[in-house]
């Protein structure tokens, strides 16, 4: 018998040579076995990041006359 899947779902993803070197980078830098394995934290990582609520923001003030209607 093989070992367990750790992930069962696989996806094949393109990355540029910089997006992987930086990917290899973090592997390195926070001493995890693999490739997969940074990938998977860095989903995770970015997701969390992009799930969080954006604070509260001001409507954009505009110049007075800045929105002209067109004649017609």
Do not use: C, H, I
């Not at 990355?15 to 930086?22: G, K, M, Q, V």
């Not at 926070?30 to 799930?51: D, H, I, K, T, W």
Request: aromatic share 6%.
């Amino acid at each position: 018998m093989g070992r367990p899947a750790t992930a069962p779902n696989r996806r094949q993803v393109g990355l540029d040579d910089e997006l992987w070197e930086r990917v290899t980078a973090y592997r390195f830098a926070n001493f995890l076995e693999s490739e997969s394995a940074a990938l998977r934290e860095l989903v995770v990582l970015g997701l969390e990041v992009a799930e969080r609520k954006p604070a509260p923001t001001k409507k954009p003030v505009t110049a007075r006359g800045s929105r002209r209607k067109l004649r017609g």
